[in-house]
């Protein structure tokens, strides 16, 4: 059943949004060649706990740090770990923070040092397929509207959409109802209304949308090894109108970068 927030619930979601965008703009200074996954991870622990939230994947499902960390091939559910970033990865990282009984869930791809001219044209390829999936989360349109949008986008671009993972309803639970899949036709699936909230989490492959699961249980790797990109947000629909409650401004005041790409999905 999906779960529709009052405009006071909305507000709180802000702020669970908020924790996470904050603190991928901290580890935006810190994602650099030599840095290792686990290390960004406490770092992320510490900075949730210091704004009065906590780490809303710990432990969920049994997941046992605080981001999923999915460097260069892996799509999503990666684990921090021990080994450095290298000049020339993406490392996908996405992040879940709990405050006031709300969750936050998003994530971004992070480039290591400078990456090849056709990686850093997947990233952004990936970021602007989630907008276009945004633009369609308008009271009226169907979650295939949504999905189609974040599919045409991709594949004319010759990329590979993940089927297997989708994005989701947000709020008391990290998972709620509906399922939002970054693929689909017009017109299709449950009718989007005012007071949903939902995460809209584009994975795009540079290659086949094809992915192997690690015997880890959790870790996506995409089946022929190219580059996959994460990027997800949080957003209301508010008066009809999709309305982002995360942001990627904190990781963009942090890395110097100018854009506009937000200026249409503010309140
Ligand atoms: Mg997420
Ligand atoms: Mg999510």
């Known amino acids: 059943m999906i779960q529709i927030k009052t405009l006071e619930e909305i507000e709180i979601m802000r702020e669970s949004a908020l924790v996470v965008s904050k603190t ?6 810190e994602v650099k060649p030599g840095v290792t996954t686990l290390q960004l991870d406490k770092l992320a622990e510490d900075f949730i706990r210091s704004e009065g939230a906590i780490p809303g994947f710990l432990g969920l499902y049994d997941f046992p740090n605080t981001l999923c ?13 021990n080994e450095p970033l290298v000049e020339g990865d993406i ?7 709990f405050k006031n009984n709300f969750y936050g869930d998003h994530a971004y791809t992070f480039e290591v040092g400078e990456v090849a001219p056709d990686t850093k044209k997947l990233l952004e390829v990936t970021k602007q397929s989630l907008y276009e999936g945004i633009k369609e989360l308008k009271a009226g349109n169907r979650v295939g509207d949504v999905g189609f949008a974040i599919q045409n986008y991709a594949e004319k671009h010759g990329y590979g959409v993940v089927r297997e993972l989708v994005g989701h309803g947000l709020g008391r639970k990290m998972h709620e109802d509906p399922e939002m899949p970054n693929y689909g036709k017009r017109g299709r699936g449950k009718k989007l209304i005012n007071g949903m909230v939902v995460a809209i989490e584009p994975m795009i492959n540079m290659g086949t949308h094809k992915i192997n699961q690690l015997k880890d249980g959790w870790t996506i790797l995409t089946r022929d090894g190219k580059p996959s990109a994460h990027f997800e947000h949080d957003v209301a629909i508010v008066d009809g109108r999709p309305e982002l409650l995360s942001t990627f401004q904190y990781i963009y005041d942090a890395l110097g970068i100018v854009s506009n790409e937000e200026d249409t999905f503010r309140a």
């Open 91 to 97: 490392i996908s990282i996405d992040c879940g923070a």
């Open 69 to 81: 960390m999915s460097p260069n091939a892996q799509v999503v559910h990666g684990f921090p770990t």
């Open 24 to 29: 991928l703009g901290m580890l935006a200074k």
